[in-house]
């Protein structure tokens, strides 16, 4: 299982980005594998929408409609770990939407996350030696 990120997302999403290439690859291989958690899905909706265009943002929102994403709707402990990963590492400044991708990839027991931010996904050791695609492939 890979749990996304915004970033890993929208570079999915963005036939220009440099990443695009191999998260595609990624992608295609098990588009099931993906596990998109419930907070990334406004941040992708938005920035989509404003650096991606309406069309790619409405295809987005139809690939989700039609389930060709899995989502995960969380748990409220998901929450709970979200707030000790941002207290924990605040001088980070993590933020909601990393910690709950962060919490849910620790809870599913992922064997990955896909993520370009590794600002803050490198800097923070989760339970289970997760790896971050691509940049452990």
Same mark, same amino acid.
């Given at each position: 299982? /890979?749990?996304?990120? &915004? ?5 999915? !999403? ?12 990624? #992608?295609?291989?098990?588009? &099931? ?6 907070? /990334?899905? @406004? ?10 265009? @309406?069309?790619?943002?409405?295809? #987005? ?14 748990? @409220? ?38 993520? !370009?931010?590794?600002?803050? #996904? ?7 030696? /997760?790896?971050?695609? @691509?940049?452990? !492939?």
């Amino acid at each position: 299982m /890979i749990v996304a990120d &915004t970033g890993a997302v929208l570079g999915l !999403l963005d036939a220009d980005d440099r990443h695009h290439k191999v998260l595609r690859v990624l #992608f295609e291989e098990d588009p &099931t594998a993906w596990v998109l958690p419930w907070a /990334i899905l @406004p941040e992708v909706d938005y920035l989509a929408r404003t650096h991606l265009g @309406p069309k790619v943002a409405d295809a #987005f929102c139809e690939d989700l409609a039609a389930g060709a994403f899995v989502v995960e709707w969380g748990k @409220p402990a998901d929450l709970e770990r979200a707030e000790e990963l941002n207290r924990r590492h605040r001088a980070l400044g993590l933020g909601l939407v990393d910690a709950v991708v962060m919490a849910v990839a620790e809870r599913r027991r992922a064997e990955a996350i896909a993520t !370009l931010d590794l600002r803050h #996904f490198a800097a923070v050791r989760l339970a289970g030696n /997760i790896r971050l695609l @691509p940049r452990d !492939l």
